[in-house]
């Protein structure tokens, strides 16, 4: 098909445009495409909501940065952690992240990552090693200030008296050691004492499955208050106490961690007394420090995210905020 002359010049310029040619002579050619970060990610386990939105904030952060996630769920096992990273090293990743389900065992396997040059930057809970080579920085909340924030709470809402019953998260994991070991330690010199501690591994069920081997074990009135490490097992006590006939929040004071919005929803209508934040929406603040760590930029050894408190007068006016 022969094309007119007057349309041909206007198919010419477009066809140069396209080409590049009818680029204005001061037009910067586009800087070099950024390396495509490839992250291996340890994560701990899939054991509840906090767990569910701290996975989904990391691969929708991956999606939008455009970095390649090699993504394992570890079941709460550290030899599937461990196997993990190995996996990773093997793969010649750019960084390593792990979320570690306990503090203690991690020095052989950093070791070997150490060897093979390639960063490891710990998110969410942090571990015990003599040789601070072995990562390159934390990033997290920090348990000790939340252990702290419940039991002050509890100390100026019961003037300082009152039985405890502890729902534990995972043994051996640096939160159930933190905000166990910064409550217990806030609290003395009060009248408050921990009459019980059990470990409901931050499950819901489990914190079930205490909350109902504690209301055979104690009556009501042999204890005043219900210390969970995180919101999960408080809804799954606060099932078991209404199954018992009990009034949670009126009964029973009932005081947690983590911040889900369906803990916090629960505070709206008093069945928990307070709950401090711990956020699990890390992956933007996370992929920072591993581009900074990678681009061999300093980055602090440690970096908190801030938590809030959430007690009936301003859980209403936060609920409908909450984004996990
Ligand atoms: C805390 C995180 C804990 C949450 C639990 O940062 O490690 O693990 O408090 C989760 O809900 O299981």
Redesign the pocket.
Known sequence: MKIKPTVQFPILLVGLMLAGCGKSPDATSAPAAAKQLTIGFAQEGA??A??AANTASFKAEAEKRGINLKFSEAQGKEENQISAVKSFIAQHVDAIVIAPVVETGWEPVLKEARDAKIPVILS??SIKVDDDTLYACFV??D?KKEGQMVADWVVKHTGGKGRILELL?TPG?A?ANDRHNSFADAIKGTNLTIIDSQSGD?KRDGGKVVMEAFLKKYKKGDFDIVYS??D?MAIGAIQAIEEAGLKPGTDIMIVS??GLKEAVQAIVVGKINCVVE?NPLAGPVVYDAVEKVVAGQKVPRLSYNPDELFDATNAKAAVASRQY
């Open positions: 054991e509840n906090w767990r969410d809970r997290g909340s348990f998260g994991s939160p931050f490490h995180n999960d961690i983590d711990c």
